[in-house]
């Protein structure tokens, strides 16, 4: 089951899966598309079963899982892909607050809802599965006008890791995607916030394949990008420098005084 599947990565994820032969549940909130991509993926032999939910609707997200178990029979992966950019390139006091919600509402909440209605029905199988969530490496790196979409990433990411740790000693296995810049539909034009878009950009169907390499694995973080580990490695090497600031070291008038 693939959400955000009618374009971008979770379109790929959809052709890769259905390339293999597995039957695929796509659903996004874009019927149109969704229906239209669906139709082409099964002229080519592809078992798909279009579902067009909003993945923000508690209700929705219930009927998405339980019309993916009964249409397919079984369901082994989920893709918790669905996702926006929002307002890229302002600060954060001026972003509006609606606008940061609704991007919280779709890359946090929808994937909250969406991990709640399938983890109980995978585990209620009693065999291997495989959640995968996207995030994004805006969970680790953050550039300047990038807070609504940052934020929502790096809850994403936590929620991966928590049920990671909810999950240990289980069948289901959790991973989290933390592709960099992808050439889809979404970016397009996008000119990257200052500090945020690394140096390289890969297609959505490389995207693909990593996800593919990984189901079935114990790997929980999935990089896409070349340059992830230079990239990684500033974040923590800023980090570590900052564990050199220990208390004693610290200014009196930020330690306070009594």
Partial sequence: MVTGAASGIGLALSARFARAGVGVVMADVE??????????????????????????????VEHLADTAFDQLGDIGVV????????????????????????????????????????????????????LIHTASMSAFVVGGGSAAYAASKHADLAIAR????????????VSVLCPGRVDT?????????????????????????????????????????????????????DVWRHLSLTPASLPRRIRGQR
């Avoid at 079963?49 to 923000?56: Q, S, Y």
């Avoid at 049920?163 to 069948?171: K, V």
């Avoid at 200052?194 to 390289?200: C, E, I, K």
């Fill in 162 to 173: 928590s049920l990671r740790a909810d999950l240990e000693g289980t069948e289901v296995r």
């Fill in 31 to 60: 019927s149109d598309a969704l229906h239209r991509r669906a139709a082409e993926l099964t002229a080519q032999g592809a078992q798909v079963i279009p579902v067009a939910a909003d993945l923000t609707d508690p209700e929705a």
């Fill in 185 to 237: 539909p979404m970016v397009k034009g996008l000119t990257a916030p200052r500090g945020a878009g690394g140096d390289t950009s890969v297609s959505a169907e490389d995207v693909a394949e990593v996800v593919w390499g990984a189901i079935g694995t114990d790997r929980f973080y999935l990089f896409s990008n070349s340059d992830a580990p230079p990239r990684l490695r500033d974040q923590f090497d």
């Fill in 79 to 130: 893709c918790n892909n669905a996702g926006v950019l929002g307002p890229v390139g302002q600060p954060l006091w001026e972003v509006p607050l609606e606008r940061m919600r609704q991007v919280f509402e779709v890359n946090h909440w929808a994937h909250v809802l969406v991990a709640r209605a399938f983890t109980p029905r995978l585990l209620e199988r009693g065999r291997p599965a495989h």
